[in-house]
């Protein structure tokens, strides 16, 4: 009897009960929170108590078998009524500072509110704060386009307002610009036969939110506090910028340091600048802070009534208000407490001011001001009141004994500023605004030049290589150049946000950083060319996600060893290494089945590759249900080298352009990894000479080739694997660098056209191998061997034989071995990709895997059919229709006399290494020494060096496989071809066995 006791659904596991008959776009179906006490009239009810459904249920059992005593039900203890105090800090707003104070974790920050699931959070309450911007006029009507389930409206003055989903549709109105929406969660729908869209059972704010009509985006642009300690590691490690101790008065020279500008919007969180300043500060590096003022206020001015100017139609960026009112006295007190603030907080010496772009012309159309410009005798010298201005606002900042950084308007509009202040440059001529600055004895920094935001076609780092601060006149004195401090890159925040800061900003802020110090006489933008090409690579490495490699079983996930990816990518993290990851599920046309796990085919006969066939989807998104979330802490903006991840591998050249497949990708990517992931897709390639002519910068793949060890080579072939031809185990494929790392032919080749458009420099000499001589290999026994078996290979049966994928292997050697009882003609159909017949150990044919059906007769004995994989089809376009064409070993019926030969042992090879095996001596007899499945070992007689490369010469020999000391190096066939030498780098140095 299902409910027989009822239980109780604890904190929120009741879920809810829906009404799914009018599913709108403007509100949800109801839904109705179910109970916590889950006894629903079970016969014993949540506290195990016997109910009146128990007696009628024991009356009837008792018709028909005998009835025990049943224990009396318990006692409860009553408590009586509690009193229920209101904590300090008990109100919602002080419980949201107090965990503000508990960390991060518990503040999520978006551009939009996004619903409960998309935060990381399944139950409970979540409440959404912003500040209307004064663009929106109060009272002001929120609307809310979908929430899940119940909501609360208010503001700091607690004027609550609720809705539910089970209401009419319902606009708020709120008369503060600090906005609170809370949303309960009354439990997820549980019923079964639901099948709207998904976010009928999102929880929290799901839709828009509207303030009088206009949909509010209050987080646009907002780089979180991991964008600034990135920049900043990026900056320190990668650059090696040298910075001195923060006690002295500031942090640039010329020769050797270096600042950072941060500049922060109100979105930003005090604990999150400290948290940028500490971080800074533990790596050497004091924060300037910036409040530029009179102009560029209008985001923050607007607050204050009276505090801009008021002038229609001549404001700043199409507002009606424009810089700071100068004529204000209202203005001043407010600025004296900005500052007091600011500098209590920033610990340097310097505060940027401004006094940049000051629209005049709102000051002109403002009567008022005219009013008072004539009456402080400074009538139509709009300078002159720009000068009142900054006089009384540096005279705040000298009361708060800090020192200043001024833009160059400040200068020329004659402040009187202080000795110690640092002049900022930013227009084109900055060197006439140097010479005029250090003439007067005021020190100075640089931005223009470096205003690293703006994009030109081609490569434009060299341009700002060339802007050297020091080369403002040939004949300055060397007081002067004393006073050039440095100077500082730029970036707009209008023109990214935390998907794109670093890819704008680097490496092209590496060419500034390079000028600033170095020496003056060093201008050759060829001799920086290889450093910050090398710097880009340490910053942006690419990587493989083999699915085979990390579930060569189905369910058996395997990230160990020499597989760790995420060792891999911590390590990135802590080098500073950027990564671009390229998780498939089709990889590359060069590694084993294109990264497909070889048991994928066996999941159904009619199963498509890279396609949006259910069997195949719904394995990939299993797959990537495991792979993606543990990828999710090494995301860039989570903290992580991860900056992007790949969709798909070159899909543009795939003749079946399947869009539902690439979006159902682009979903569960997005769904898992968050919508601010940055994804790509990679397509084929242009002429090199082309692409150089148009300035463009070219990133080439397999410019270093590699090699594919073990089994990872693959194979290439048609649709119906007819057209087999194994890969090298080499990868370099013809590449400008040979797996070894040495340059080719190909290398010099692009090295004459890159010489065409800039400078090419020296080469090193490649590499000298090592010669260990002739090694003499001694048979030491058979894969069948039973000793061999036992350490590494394992048995079953097969009623019919079944594939190696079948089998639950991916690659190596399996072997169908069969009693005959009786003469008779064996036919094998097809095989893949080579078989060997063995008859009581003696060798009787050899069928290749281009043939079928192939017969032979048969006496009474042991039969061994001993099968090996050349690899797996890499090609993507192949794999599309029929991928069952590509699996391994015995494919087909075997007939003895026409019927179905069944009943078979199987032994599973799957050679992957060798540390499986124990030499425990050579065997005695020699006679099979030159049958298939024959293993020979050699020991190197010199020491092997782990910091030289070296090579397996296998000419002369037949078709297998290499293992040096336990690593497998890749199969040999010489004799077919083109590959004689496989490649054993050093670190694969031990007590060097060779098998």
């Known amino acids: 009897m299902y409910m027989f006791h009822g239980g109780t659904n604890f904190a929120y596991m009741q879920g809810g009960r829906g009404d799914w008959n009018n599913a709108t776009t403007t509100a949800y179906p109801r839904l109705w929170g179910k109970m916590t006490s889950y006894d629903y009239d079970a016969p014993l009810s949540e506290a195990g108590d016997t109910t009146w459904k128990y007696q009628l249920l024991r009356d009837v059992i008792s018709n028909y078998s005998k009835v025990d005593t049943v224990p009396a039900n318990t006692t409860k203890q009553h408590i009586g009524p509690v009193g229920m105090i209101e904590q300090p800090g008990g109100n919602l707003i002080q419980l949201m500072e107090m965990a503000a104070e508990f960390g991060q974790q518990f503040i999520v920050k978006s551009q939009f509110p996004l619903p409960m699931e998309q935060m990381g959070q399944n139950h409970g309450i979540v409440v959404y704060q912003t500040v209307l911007p004064n663009s929106i006029s109060l009272p002001a ?33 709120v008369s503060n610009r600090v906005l609170f929406i809370l949303v309960e969660d009354n439990g997820h729908s549980n019923t079964g036969h639901v099948r709207y869209s998904y976010k009928y059972y999102q929880k929290g704010i799901i839709g828009n939110v509207t303030a009088n009509g206009q949909v509010f985006d209050r987080y646009h642009k907002y780089l979180r506090l991991h964008d600034f300690e990135q920049t900043l590691n990026l900056t320190l490690k990668n650059l090696d910028v040298v910075i001195k101790d923060p006690n002295e008065e500031l942090l640039l020279e010329t020769s050797e340091n270096y600042t950072l ?3 922060t919007d109100s979105a930003t969180l005090q604990t999150d600048v400290l948290d940028v300043i500490l971080f800074a500060y533990r790596h050497g590096v004091i924060v300037v802070p910036e409040l530029d003022t009179p102009g560029h206020t209008l985001s923050w001015g607007g607050a204050l009534p009276g505090f801009l100017t008021h002038c229609p139609g001549h404001g700043n960026i199409g507002s009606d208000y424009g810089p700071v009112n100068p004529t204000n006295e209202d203005v001043y007190p407010v600025l004296k407490t900005l500052f007091t603030e600011i500098t209590s907080v920033f610990p340097g010496q310097f505060v940027h001011l401004g006094g940049d772009e000051v629209h005049y012309p709102c000051w002109k159309s403002n009567q008022d001001i005219k009013d008072w410009m004539s009456a402080h005798n400074m009538s139509g010298n709009y300078d002159e009141l720009e000068n009142y201005y900054e006089t009384r606002l540096l ?23 202080t000795p110690q202040t640092i002049v900022h440059a930013w227009k084109p001529n900055w060197k006439k605004i140097f010479q005029d600055a250090t003439t007067a004895g005021f020190r100075c920094i640089l931005s223009a030049g470096w205003y ?3 994009i030109s076609y081609g490569e434009d780092w060299q341009n700002f290589y060339q802007v050297d601060p020091r080369s403002f006149n040939d004949t300055a004195t060397p007081e002067q150049l004393a006073l050039v401090l440095g100077g500082t890159v730029c970036m707009w925040g209008e023109h990214v946000d935390n998907s794109n800061v670093l890819s704008r900003f680097w490496p092209r802020a590496s060419a500034p950083a390079e000028r600033l110090w170095s020496p003056a006489y060093i201008t050759d933008v060829g001799f920086m060319e290889p450093r910050i090409e090398a710097h880009r690579c340490r910053m942006v490495y690419r990587g493989y996600i083999p699915w085979n490699l990390h579930e060569p079983v189905k369910g058996q996930l395997d990230f160990s060893g020499r597989k760790d990816l995420f060792s891999y990518l911590k390590l990135c993290s802590e080098l500073e290494i950027l990564v671009l990851l390229r998780p ?41 249900g495991e792979l993606l979330p543990m990828l999710v802490e090494h995301l860039y903006h989570n903290g992580g080298p991860v900056i992007g991840l790949q969709v798909e591998n070159e899909y543009g050249s795939n003749p079946a352009c399947d869009k539902v497949y690439l979006e159902t990708l682009t979903k569960q990517f997005r769904d898992i990894l968050g919508q601010e992931i940055l994804l790509y897709t990679v397509d084929g390639p242009d002429k090199l000479d082309e692409m150089l002519a148009y300035g463009a910068s070219v990133n080439m793949y397999m410019f270093h ?7 990872t080579s693959g194979a290439k072939g048609n649709k119906d694997a007819t057209d087999f031809e194994p890969h090298t185990t080499s990868y370099d ?5 040979s797996e070894a790392g040495d340059t080719t032919m190909k290398y010099w080749d692009i090295r004459a056209v890159n010489s065409k458009y800039g400078p090419v420099y020296d080469v090193p000499k490649n590499t000298t191998k090592k010669s260990y001589g002739m090694v003499d290999m001694k048979y030491w026994g058979s894969v069948l061997n039973d000793t061999f078996i036992r350490q590494c290979g394992s048995k079953t049966q097969n009623v019919r034989p079944l594939s190696l994928e079948e089998n639950k292997q991916t690659n190596g050697v399996i072997v169908y071995t069969k009693v005959i009882a009786k003469p008779g003609t064996l036919t094998v159909g097809k095989v893949r990709d080579r078989a060997y017949l063995l008859l009581d150990g003696k060798l009787l044919i050899t069928i290749k895997g281009s043939s079928s059906n192939s017969s032979i007769g048969l006496v009474p004995g042991k039969l061994d059919i001993i099968v090996l994989s050349d690899g797996h089809i890499n090609t993507g376009h192949v794999h599309m229709e029929n991928p069952r064409n590509y699996m391994k070993g015995i494919t087909e019926p075997v007939l003895y006399d026409s019927e179905p030969l069944l009943n078979w042992d199987v032994t599973l090879l799957p050679l992957e290494s060798m540390s499986c095996f124990q030499n425990v001596g050579q065997e005695r007899s020699l006679d099979q020494q030159f049958l298939p499945g024959s293993i020979y070992i050699g020991q190197i007689a010199k020491t092997c060096d782990p910091t030289t490369d070296t090579f397996v010469d296998t000419t002369g020999w037949g078709k297998g496989v ?16 083109p590959q004689l030498t496989l490649y054993a780098p050093g670190p694969f140095c031990g007590e060097v066995m060779l098998r």
Not at 153 to 159: G, N
Not at 962 to 977: I, K, M, S
Request: overall charge negative.
């Open 733 to 737: 494929y013809d590449a400008p660098l």
């Open 705 to 711: 080739g590699g090699s594919n060890f073990a089994y």
């Open 141 to 173: 009507d929120i609307d809310i386009e979908l929430y899940g389930d119940r909501v609360y409206v208010f503001t700091e003055a607690w004027d609550v307002q609720i809705s539910s989903r089970n209401r009419p549709y319902k606009t708020f109105t």
């Open 962 to 977: 290499v293992f040096f000391q336990d690593q497998n190096l890749g199969r040999h066939w010489p004799l077919a071809g």
């Open 452 to 454: 690293i935001s703006r």
């Open 261 to 263: 500008t941060v500049k």
């Open 584 to 624: 498939g599920p089709f990889i590359a046309a060069e590694f084993e089945f294109g990264g497909f796990p070889s048991w994928l085919p066996t999941e159904s006969k009619t199963i498509s590759f890279r396609s949006s066939e259910p069997v195949y989807l719904k394995n990939v998104l299993t797959w990537y």
């Open 395 to 417: 005279n705040i900042v000298n009361s708060l004994n800090k020192n200043y950084i001024v833009w160059e308007e400040v200068f020329y509009h004659h402040v009187d500023i």
